[in-house]
């Protein structure tokens, strides 16, 4: 569904990714795992057109959609979920949400019943819906900004350290979203530094550091890799 070749991009003459290539299968949920300034974050970026590549390509669905314009790679149903969240915290939980339809050709009255529909299995948004999101906890935001993602109506959902600031418990039960939503038809691409969390949660891994990828497998085999317990997880074979 994803493929990215020879991905290099750069700051002046600074290059924070360099020469990366990897791809995302349609239906599975693919780790990409990495220390803070792995060059994670300007690869999402990179894909989802709000940095311009110094070389490389990108293809969406067999189409390059390197250069292309955020909005447009949106409407092609490529979603991006940023670090740090992103919501409006000025508005309510539902005027969040409704933010979403403008990317999408669809009625008032049909997104509002989407949304409807989606809150179901997130009552405490639901609860919360005229609250000021800048009042909700870490990981309510987090949800907000993951369901604010979902009414894009994504084919291919991105989304970049979901459990940055939260609470163990929290990280557990984001996740449990993001496998429920790719149960649900939805390609995941998570980028993480909690890499035990992403790797439990994937079917595919890959290991990114200092602007280029070291190591892929398949997750399960990556969990048990020495260099990635020795480096990523705190763990020795010694």
């Known amino acids: 569904m ?18 990366v290539s990897f791809e995302v299968e349609k239906g599975k949920i693919v ?6 300034g792995a060059g994670k974050t300007s690869t999402l970026k990179t894909i989802s057109g709000l940095v311009h590549p110094a070389g490389g390509h990108v293809f969406f669905e067999g189409n390059e959609i390197t ?36 990317s999408r050709t669809i009625s008032k009255v049909e997104f509002l019943e989407e949304m409807n529909e989606v809150l179901k ?9 005229n609250q000021l999101a800048g009042t909700l906890s870490g990981g309510e935001q987090q949800m907000l900004a ?20 939260l609470a163990p418990l929290v990280v557990e039960d984001v996740f449990n979203i993001i496998r429920s939503i790719n149960k649900n038809g939805t390609t995941v691409l998570v980028v993480e530094q909690n890499a035990q969390v992403a ?10 550091e200092v602007g280029e ?26």
């Open 2 to 19: 994803l493929r990215v070749e020879n991905l290099t991009v750069k700051y002046g003459g600074i290059a924070a990714v360099r020469d």
């Open 31 to 36: 780790a990409l795992i990495g220390n803070n």
């Open 67 to 102: 250069g292309m314009k955020p909005h447009e790679i949106a409407k092609m149903g490529l979603i991006h979920i940023p670090e740090g969240r992103h919501i409006f915290p000025n508005l309510t939980v539902k005027e969040n949400l409704i933010m979403s339809s403008y």
């Open 121 to 129: 299995n997130f009552k405490v948004l639901k609860e919360r819906e």
């Open 146 to 165: 993951i369901v604010r993602g979902m009414l894009q109506s994504p084919k291919l959902l991105m989304l970049d350290e979901p459990s940055m600031g």
């Open 199 to 208: 790797l439990s949660a994937a079917d595919y891994g890959y290991v990114m």
């Open 213 to 238: 990828i070291i190591l892929q497998d398949d997750a399960k085999n990556l969990l048990s890799n020495s260099q990635v317990k020795k480096i990523y997880l705190g763990e020795n074979d010694d």
